[in-house]
C-alpha cells in the first residue's frame, strides 16, 4: 500500500466504528419509539373509522329516515 497502510486501515476501522454506533443507536431508538406508541396506543379509547363510500353514507341515511 505504498507506506500509507496504516491510514487506509484506520479510516476503514473508524468508518466501521462509526457506522456500527449509528445502527446501535437506531435500533434503540426505533425500540424507544415502538414501546412509546404501544403505550399511547394502549391509553388512547378506540376511535371508529370514518368511511367515505357512498353506500355507507346511503345505507345511513335510509337507516335514520
Do not use: D, H
Request: no cysteine; charged share 25%.
Amino acid at each position: 500500500m505504498g507506506g500509507y497502510g496504516s491510514f487506509i486501515w484506520s479510516a476503514w476501522g473508524i468508518a466501521l466504528v462509526v457506522l456500527t454506533v449509528l445502527i446501535v443507536a437506531s435500533l434503540k431508538s426505533m425500540r424507544a419509539r415502538e414501546r412509546e406508541l404501544a403505550q399511547m396506543e394502549a391509553e388512547a379509547p378506540r376511535r371508529r373509522r370514518r368511511s367515505g363510500t357512498a353506500e355507507t353514507a346511503a345505507e345511513t341515511a335510509g337507516e335514520n329516515g
